[in-house]
Structure formats: structure tokens, C-alpha cells
């Protein structure tokens, strides 16, 4: 009995194991990114909401490990789960006009995957005009 529940178990490992899409530390993959976000004119207070959309063009789930504003005025999310082959995602970057003064802006996302180089910067810009 015992050896055919080892039998069972040692079949059930090895068999949940496979799969392409599988993460394994150290594998590099490569993503396509537009990487300038132009707002236009932007009245003083108003938050610039960016959307840049990354595809994964590589072979390997692309995982975004950190995204990082270039200031506390700009805030970032990254997608959770890995983008797969072929696949898309999104990041989204927020930036509260506040306390900038008019003019022009220019604000960046520093954005950490598994791509070679691992660190990628998107940037945001924009015309921040008195009300």
C-alpha cells in the first residue's frame, strides 16, 4: 500500500512540473514599450493619468519587478501577474500637477523587469498652465 501511494505521489509531482510559461529566476526576456507620454496642456492641480502599454516580444514571461515616479508627485502601478509571450500589459503612472510649476513638465517612471538591461525609463510630459 505504501508503495503505491509513493507510487501516486511521485507521478502527481512530476507530471504538475510542466508547462512553457513556467518562471524560472534568471530567464531574460525582451518587451517593446513606447516609452514618451505627451499630455499636451495640462491646467495647474489637474492629475496627467499616462497608460503605456508593454508587449512582451521574448520568449520568457516578462516580470515587472518595480515601477518607480522620479518624484513623490508621480505614482506608478505595474501589472501583478507576468505577461506572457506575445502578450500585453499595461502601466499606469499618475501625476499631480498640485505643486509643479506652469511650464513645461517632464517626469519619469524608472520601470525594473527581467530584460537585458533590467531597468527601462518612460517618460511623461506635459504643459502645466495656470487656471
Known sequence: MKTLFCI???????????????IIVGNKTTMEIISIYDAGDVYKGEVITAKFTIKNTGSYPLVIGEVKGSCSCTV??????????GGEGEIMAYVNTDKLQAGPLH??????????PSLTEVIIKANVIRK
Open 76 to 85: 506608478a502601478e505595474k501589472p501583478e501577474e507576468p505577461i506572457l509571450p
Open 107 to 116: 517626469k519619469s517612471v524608472r520601470i525594473v523587469s527581467n530584460t537585458d
Open 8 to 22: 501516486l505521489t511521485t507521478a502527481l509531482i512530476l507530471t504538475s512540473c510542466g508547462g512553457s510559461d513556467e
